[in-house]
Nanobody, 121 residues
Framework: QVQLVESGGGLVQAGGSLRISCAAS????????MDWYRQAQGEQRELVAR???????NYADSVKGRFTVSRDNAKKTVYLQMNSLKPEDTAVYYC???????????????WGQGTQVTVSS
């Protein structure tokens, strides 16, 4: 029943910006951490950014100062603002959310379908 739907990916030139979003829907009691991961072709998935329910953020060293993660709790949506994009940022970006759902309520991790971000040199 719970789904995460991503949007906002695309093609951008180096130095440009994109904002991607991920919205949770379904029978949800609450959303805890909301994370962004990325996976480049032929490489392992890596954590890019995290925002807790209290608004604390963490970033991978490779994106610090360039990416900003935020959330809108009313919309159950997490955003990733990506500035000063580099070709090495090219990857499929996935959102992940820790969600309390079901009866009895339990914590589950859900994944979005992924959105492609391509940065040209």
């Amino acid at each position: 029943q719970v789904q995460l739907v991503e949007s906002g990916g695309g093609l951008v030139q180096a130095g440009g910006s994109l904002r991607i979003s991920c919205a949770a829907s379904g029978r949800i009691f609450t959303v805890n951490n909301m994370d962004w991961y990325r996976q480049a072709q032929g490489e392992q998935r890596e954590l890019v950014a995290r925002i807790t329910s209290g608004g604390t953020t963490n970033y991978a060293d490779s994106v610090k100062g360039r990416f900003t993660v935020s959330r809108d709790n009313a919309k159950k949506t997490v955003y990733l603002q990506m500035n000063s994009l580099k070709p090495e940022d090219t990857a499929v970006y996935y959102c992940n959310a820790r969600i309390l759902s079901g009866l009895p309520p339990q914590w589950y991790d859900y994944w979005g379908q992924g959105t492609q971000v391509t940065v040209s040199s």
